[in-house]
């Protein structure tokens, strides 16, 4: 089974800054989706960034990056120049993609919090 | 276009009731999943629909059942409800052999 671990449960950065929230994933799969979703108080989940596993470049969304070392299991989302509007729970998550009835696998989130 | 709807927004129950849940997936989506997410906690899978069908099942009890309709919208239905049923619960939806799924802003269901 997929497991995906979020060993920060809570994180702050001043505005302007850059941030790094870390992800682990466990899978025994060689072809898989790895996501950063935000769920800002609002509560709506909102796909910020997407990892194929049989790419090598890591995936970049204007000021969100990813750093994806696959040997290593390891996912961390980058966030650059810091805003307000970034203050939500960042949930790493995995997807097999062998057929279409697959779930979404989140890990437990990160609560980040940028300080003006 | 509309994105994943949800109704209702918000829901509160008595202990013992049973409860529906709706959502309309994105335009173009014909896969429904739902989620059940405590309060500080990453969301669970509940169960997934394709074609009418329940695919998938995650680690919930029978009380927990489902239903996709012709136009792909689905319901997620919960009886003899818990306390510990008190959660937000989310829809998703995407397109065929999906590689990401688009959720619904979500049913904050309290049960008293």
């Known amino acids: 089974a997929q497991t995906v671990t979020q060993s920060q449960p809570e994180m702050s950065v001043q505005e302007a800054e850059t941030v790094t929230l870390s992800c682990t994933y466990d899978t025994s799969e060689n072809n898989y989706y790895l996501f950063w979703y935000k769920q800002p108080p609002s509560r709506q989940m909102i796909l910020v960034i997407r990892q194929e596993a049989y790419k090598q470049q890591n995936a970049t969304e204007n000021r969100f990056s990813v750093n994806f070392q696959k040997a290593a299991k390891s996912f961390s989302l980058k966030i650059s120049d810091s805003q307000l509007g970034d203050t939500a729970m960042y949930f790493c998550?995995?997807?097999?993609?062998?057929?279409?009835?697959?779930?979404?696998?989140f890990g437990p989130g990160t609560s980040l919090s940028v300080i003006p | 276009d509309a994105g994943v709807t949800q109704s209702p927004t918000h829901l509160i129950k008595t202990r013992g009731q049973q409860v529906t849940l709706r959502c309309s997936p994105k335009?173009?989506?014909?896969?429904v999943s739902w989620y059940q997410q405590a309060l500080g906690q990453g969301p669970q899978f509940i169960f997934q629909?394709?074609?009418?069908?329940?695919?998938q099942r995650g680690n919930f009890p029978d009380r927990f059942s489902g239903h996709q309709f012709p136009n792909y919208s689905s319901e997620l239905n919960v009886n003899a409800l818990l306390l510990g049923d008190s959660a937000l619960y989310l829809c998703a939806s995407g397109p065929g052999l999906a590689r990401e799924q688009y959720f619904g802003p979500g049913t904050r269901l309290t049960v008293t």
């Open positions: 998550a995995f997807m097999k993609p062998k057929t279409s009835y697959d779930k979404v696998i």
């Open positions: 335009s173009g989506h014909d896969t």
């Open positions: 629909y394709y074609e009418e069908e329940e695919r």
